[in-house]
């Protein structure tokens, strides 16, 4: 038996900060797509996805939320995986950077680079974008903000280890007139080239000390490795790879055959990791395809925008296939595709219900009424019409393989629909209905539906990259073996098809009616969120007079010492300037809230009258005031009232 030969191909590893939306799931359908075809094209694939877990943007939400930064990337990772899994994606490895085998190697590789000179120590300062977590220079900023997401940067100075990237500018040059294919679109390349190299390549920072989220560097624990080489590194290491020897599936596989990345992250894969891959003397990628973005209308899609759509929510309400299908067929090659629910609509509506569907149920259907479901293949084909159908059938498959090969899913799809539309032209031009009424006519309508069932089969074939669902129905229908459904079956005819039952494949969508759903549910989902952000209250205690609340002294205080309260972990020991001459101490309950450095030399209201009562060992004289709410996540919040510039023992009335 004749070994296939191995392609290798990965995704962007999603960030795990959130769930990724429904633009995010691109990468993955698109790379599904291409894994699929080339499986049908005989070769053996290797697929792997992942998610990039590491960084300050993770740590700081970890601890918003109360939690560990593992604890958090733990609950978005299968986040990610779900929302991979409901589109029917057949990846062959899910990586997560915060694997323990991972981690080792990034380590490995990371002292391998340091020792032979191409990482070294210095200091960094500059502008840092926390989201995208990349370092710019002022001049590479575009109003101030983040050139690659539009937000706020903030000034970074500190420590870091250092990639030699000016080092192998030249043989990254080289590389690119050697490899013409290498950039998909080509245009990439030119943005690459003119944007970076031309310039001059600057050093790239490699590690963080800033934080601490992230794979320690192993002589150096003050630093955590930085994204380019732990996030970037994961298209080897999910291989196997290890400088001290590789496994066996790292040298069947790599170099990887196609990366599969949208365009915001072309440079980190056309610069960055190539020269990664030099420095550790390894072969370079054979291509990497930077495909365009999917937009919410005109926008890029945002929450904070409120025009994020998710996978998991389309599938449920549409089928994975026709999910897969619209991003498929309407994201065109280089430039940006949009979606939203009517767009979705009509293109399922036109495509799949009425075309194909329409094509599928009738053509099964009337092979079932004429002839008890069996058709046999004419001894020749004379009419024109035959002779016409056919030719567009080999045309679009023609079609249909070049497009494949270079990615250019949109007009594959819009290939195999035209064949499609031939064909339902084909059934009014013969009009089977009416040669059933003769009998003369009966060998001319066995000839017409053979030729019908035998294009319905190609475009099965065809479709299976995009909506494989779907056409495992079509296979089930015409009862056709799974050699008869491969792009090779396609160059011969079949004998004969004993058809099963006529099963619809997609049903027409009610536009009007589901979009009045859709609109429903977003304002119940907004009223609910509103509901949400107006956060619910204790009940307002009993009423006093006002000779009661007059009993209450409420003073200005300083506070001048601050310490946790040991066995205590929700208790501060804060020690008061109450403008008395004398320090009082009163225990809080907010050490979950402020660090004693966020306490010292602020102003706070005090309760200065209250009875004094022993906390944990403390004697407290007294109460400060601080507000109690619950934030959208549901977590407890704690602000204590600040009172600064008003002088100790001040009165509040």
């Known amino acids: ?101 991972h981690e080792k190697v990034v380590q490995k590789i990371f002292k391998k680079l340091y020792e032979q000179g191409d990482i070294y120590k210095s200091e ?26 539009g937000r706020d940067v903030t000034d970074a100075k500190e420590e870091a280890y250092f990639l030699k990237l000016s080092k192998y ?11 013409p294919d290498f950039f998909r679109p080509i245009a990439r390349k030119a943005e690459m080239v003119n944007n970076f190299l031309k310039p001059g390549l600057s050093d790239l920072c490699v590690s963080r000390s800033s934080f601490k989220w992230g794979v320690p560097v192993e002589f150096d624990d003050r630093h955590v490795i930085y994204v380019w080489i732990d996030a970037l590194s994961n298209y080897i290491t999910g291989l196997g790879y290890d400088p001290d020897g590789s496994s066996e599936r790292f040298e069947t596989y790599w170099p990887a055959d196609l990366h599969v990345i949208g365009k915001d992250i072309v440079r980190f894969h056309t610069i960055y990791w190539p020269i990664i891959l030099m420095a550790l003397g390894l072969p370079l990628p054979k291509q990497v395809l930077g495909h365009p973005w999917l937009l919410s209308g005109e926008d890029k899609m945002s929450k904070s925008r409120g025009n994020v759509l998710y996978a998991d929510q389309l599938v449920n309400r ?60 004419p001894a020749e084909m004379t009419d024109p019409l035959d002779i016409e159908l056919y030719e567009v059938a080999a045309d679009t498959l023609k079609n249909y393989t070049a497009l494949m090969e270079e990615y250019r899913n949109a007009d594959a799809a819009d290939a195999i629909m035209t064949l499609a539309k031939r064909c339902n032209k084909y059934i009014d031009e013969t009009a089977p209905w009416v040669l059933a009424k003769d009998e003369a006519q009966k060998a001319r309508l066995e000839t017409v539906l ?11 074939v065809m479709l299976t990259p995009f909506i494989p669902s779907a ?14 459904m491969t792009l090779n079956s396609l160059g011969a005819r079949t004998a004969s098809f004993i058809v099963g039952e006529a099963t619809p494949l997609f049903a027409r969508i009610d536009a009007a009616k589901v979009l009045a759903e859709i609109e429903a549910e977003q304002q119940a989902a907004a009223k609910a969120a509103e509901a949400a952000e107006t956060p619910a209250i204790e009940p307002f205690k009993e009423e006093i007079c006002y000779d009661d609340a007059m009993k209450i002294d409420l003073r200005v205080a300083k506070v001048v010492a601050c310490e946790p309260i040991k066995k205590a972990k929700k208790l501060l020991k804060l020690t008061l300037d109450d403008g008395s001459g004398t320090e009082r101490t009163v225990a809080s309950g907010i050490a979950k809230f402020y660090k004693p450095e966020d306490l010292i030399g602020r102003s706070v209201v005090l309760v200065a009258n209250l009875k004094p009562a022993v906390l944990c060992g403390v004697e407290s004289c007294g109460m400060i005031l601080a507000a109690d709410s619950v934030k959208e996540d549901g977590t407890e919040d704690v602000k204590v009232l600040f009172v600064d510039g008003l002088a100790p023992g001040s009165t509040i009335r």
């Not at 191909?9 to 769930?19: D, L, N, Q």
């Not at 989201?131 to 220079?137: H, I, K, L, N, V």
């Not at 549409?318 to 629910?341: C, H, K, Q, W």
């Not at 053979?450 to 099965?460: A, D």
């Open 318 to 377: 549409f089928g994975a296939d026709a999910v897969r299908y619209y991003l498929l067929s309407e994201m065109p090659y280089a430039n940006d595709g949009t979606i939203t629910y009517e767009s979705f609509i009509t293109k399922f509506n036109a495509d799949l219900a009425n075309t194909l569907g329409n094509l599928v149920n009738r053509s099964i259907a009337m092979t079932n009424k004429y002839f008890g479901g069996t058709v046999n293949a």
């Open 450 to 460: 053979y030729n019908l069932l035998e294009c319905i089969r190609m475009l099965g």
């Open 169 to 179: 500018q030249d043989d990254l040059m080289k590389y690119y007139e050697e490899n």
């Open 471 to 484: 056409c495992a129905s079509i296979a089930a229908q015409l009862q056709v073996s799974e050699d008869a």
């Open 1 to 101: 038996m004749e070994q296939k030969k191995p392609f290798y191909i990965t995704t962007a590893i999603a960030y795990a900060s959130r769930k990724p939306h429904i633009g995010n799931s691109y990468d993955i359908v698109l790379a599904d797509m291409i894994a699929r075809y080339k499986r049908m094209t005989g070769y053996d694939v290797y697929f792997m996805t992942g998610s990039d877990e590491h960084g300050q943007k993770i740590e700081d939400i970890a601890k918003e939320q109360g939690i560990s930064p593992k604890e958090y990337v733990d609950g978005t990772a299968a986040l990610i995986r779900e929302q991979w899994d409901c589109l029917n994606t057949t990846y062959d490895k899910f990586i997560r950077t915060t694997d323990d085998d």
């Open 124 to 149: 960094y300062e500059g502008k840092y974008c926390i989201p995208c977590e990349s370092f710019f220079t002022a001049s590479q900023l575009v109003d101030g903000k983040c050139p690659d997401c």
